[in-house]
């Protein structure tokens, strides 16, 4: 399984920008989703996940009520809307697949995409 993530850039505090992950595994559709972030200096942190059929989402505290994660499944697409963006958003985003489905912070996620990198100036 290869992750492809895209849609990164620079924007000003307060803006938009939607991130994109596309899936070549065949699997994709019964796979759990999620996007990570990881600052200089700083852990990886889990940001948001959705299970394998996008009935259930799952967001940190940090982003919950900014971000939207979706997915489409006939597209093999995991998507990351980000809203009102902050400066302390700035960090290279990475999607990843859960082979169990579940798409939640505590899963051991079995692959991993190279990152896009989002800059939020202030």
């Known amino acids: 399984v290869q992750l492809q993530a895209s849609g990164g850039g620079l924007v000003q505090a307060g803006g938009s920008l939607r991130l994109s992950c596309v899936s070549s595994?065949?699997?994709?559709?019964?796979?759990?989703m999620g996007w990570f972030r990881q600052a200089p200096g700083k852990e990886r942190e889990f940001v948001a996940g959705?299970?394998?059929?996008?009935?259930?989402?799952t967001y940190s505290d940090s982003v919950k009520g900014r971000f939207i994660i979706s997915r489409d499944n006939a597209k093999n697409t995991v998507y990351l809307q980000m809203n009102s963006l902050k400066p302390e958003d700035t960090a290279v985003y990475h999607c990843?697949?859960?082979?169990?489905?579940?798409?939640?912070?505590?899963?051991?996620?079995?692959?991993w995409g190279q990152g896009t990198q989002v800059t939020v100036s202030s």
């Open positions: 595994g065949r699997t994709f559709s019964t796979n759990g």
């Open positions: 990843a697949a859960d082979v169990t489905g579940w798409g939640t912070p505590d899963r051991s996620y079995d692959y």
């Open positions: 959705i299970n394998w059929s996008g009935g259930r989402t």
